[in-house]
């Protein structure tokens, strides 16, 4: 396997403007959690979800922020519209509950490093 | 409010020295604590996970300790070697099944 596969590595975008990144989880894996890295806050949990459903979303910052998994092999993450301060480094990792209880070992992919001008 | 503190910033020690990294938790009643390993420019990456009713737990120079009494968690590397040197994080499961990360500490083997 691929391991979790972000895209796009890097995307600059002007204030205002909409992005969406995008992530593809561990085949077979049934959890996916939406990370952001900064140097000041960590890494934090924006949401995650489960058998493709949000199971929580409390981390989202704002109505700006919002997240979609329509099939267990995909999720998008979108800012609309984008603000400096969402500069950011975002992490998608993926995970396998079984039996209900998660499997607590986190997939993380490379990363989407974000910078609003 | 739960929270999850890695008391070092940054850890700086001689090559062959163990280190030993620390974190402290409250308001959480984990089933399993974790650490992971992140590199500059890379996502974390899982090392070891160690359950509330193990104390301590091995592999090659890692090891890690879990103290439920005082919400502590113990991370050392033994001989350690420059290339130990990344950030180190401990994860804990809350009670709603999220992963919550600590901030890291960032460690640096001299030669």
């Known amino acids: 396997d691929a391991g979790v596969i972000q895209s796009p590595r890097h995307e600059v975008t002007e204030m205002g403007q909409e992005v969406t990144l995008r992530c593809k989880p561990i085949?077979?894996?049934?959890?996916l959690f939406w990370y952001r890295q900064t140097m000041m806050r960590g890494l934090e949990l924006l949401i995650y979800?489960?058998?493709?459903?949000?199971?929580?979303d409390s981390g989202m910052p704002e109505d700006r922020f919002s997240a979609k998994m329509p099939n267990a092999s995909f999720s998008t993450l979108k800012i609309q519209p984008s603000e400096p301060r969402d500069s950011a480094v975002y992490f998608c990792?993926?995970?396998?509950?079984?039996?209900?209880?998660?499997?607590?070992?986190?997939?993380f992919g490379q990363g989407t490093r974000l910078t609003v001008v | 409010s739960q929270k999850i503190e890695q008391n070092s910033e940054a850890l700086n020690i001689q090559e062959g020295k163990t280190a030993t990294l620390t974190c402290n938790y409250t308001?959480?009643?984990?089933?399993?604590l974790q650490w992971y390993r992140q590199d500059p420019g890379r996502g974390p990456v899982f090392l070891l996970l160690?359950?509330?009713?193990?104390k301590e737990k091995r592999k090659e120079r890692l090891k890690v300790t879990f103290d439920t009494t005082l919400k502590q968690s113990l991370f050392h590397i033994t001989a350690s070697q420059p290339a130990d040197s990344a950030t180190y994080l401990c994860?804990?499961?809350?009670?709603?099944?999220?992963?919550?990360f600590g901030s890291g500490t960032r460690l640096s083997i001299r030669p």
């Open positions: 979800f489960n058998n493709n459903v949000p199971i929580d």
């Open positions: 994860a804990l499961f809350s009670s709603a099944s999220k992963i919550i």
């Open positions: 160690i359950r509330e009713n193990e």
């Open positions: 085949s077979g894996h049934n959890s």
């Open positions: 990792a993926s995970s396998l509950a079984r039996g209900g209880h998660m499997t607590p070992e986190a997939f």
């Open positions: 308001n959480y009643s984990p089933a399993y």
